[in-house]
């Protein structure tokens, strides 16, 4: 059961969303794993809104592959979209929904779309450039973080709300927001015409 605060969320996350993707039925809110945060993640998965999104990544975690067979098994029961990240015969076995490629793995896109082309194709960008290298290779949205200062990467820096702002300006293809985005941080990107966020923390702690 989910959260008043992941409500929250889920409500000022789908009111930021942009009516494009809205139109292309892309979820507004969604959760990425990380087992270091995240002992749980099929858990957490099923305290999500119906069309609300999971992105396996956790690369090196041991039991992957079980891993997402029973995500991939939750979100068909539950109505949520399910992408496996950076390994496309897992998300293939999986049966998820597509893929979602880590920035350096943007090159890969074209022919992952070629073999599979039913799937959601997402893809990482931390800068205009390979902002830019997604759209090109035809992702179907792009994820750009940090947008705030985030637990997972301490002091490290951070875009802000004007620079991510004007990241999506540069570009057609619908963005998301990842890094340091809850409940209190949402409504701040409202403006950028996002296509939603991503989450780890804010949709786990609740």
């Not at 969303?17 to 270091?36: C, I, K, N, V």
């Not at 940090?146 to 875009?159: D, Q, W």
Request: hydrophobic fraction near 50%.
């Amino acid at each position: 059961m989910a959260s008043p605060k992941l409500d929250i969320l889920w409500r000022l996350s789908k009111a930021a969303q942009s009516r494009e993707a809205r139109a292309r039925g892309l979820p507004p809110l969604w959760f990425m794993t990380d087992r270091a945060r995240v002992a749980d993640p099929v858990a957490v998965a099923g305290t999500l809104p119906r069309g609300a999104g999971v992105i396996l990544r956790d690369y090196d975690a041991p039991g992957r592959a079980r891993l997402a067979v029973a995500l991939a098994a939750l979100c068909r029961q539950r109505g949520l979209l399910f992408l496996v990240a950076g390994d496309e015969r897992l998300a293939a076995m999986a049966g998820a929904d597509g893929l979602h490629l880590p920035e350096w793995q943007v090159g890969r896109l074209p022919a992952v779309r070629r073999r599979h082309p039913m799937w959601l194709v997402t893809a990482a960008a931390h800068g205009r450039t390979a902002l830019r290298r997604a759209a090109l290779a035809g992702a179907d949205a792009a994820f750009v973080s940090p947008v705030f200062a985030t637990r997972s990467h301490p002091g490290a820096p951070h875009l802000g709300t004007v620079r991510f702002a004007a990241l999506v300006r540069t570009t057609d293809m619908p963005v998301y927001a990842l890094g340091g985005v809850d409940e209190k941080t949402v409504s701040r990107l409202r403006p950028a015409g996002i296509a939603g966020v991503a989450a780890i923390g804010a949709v786990a702690a609740h």
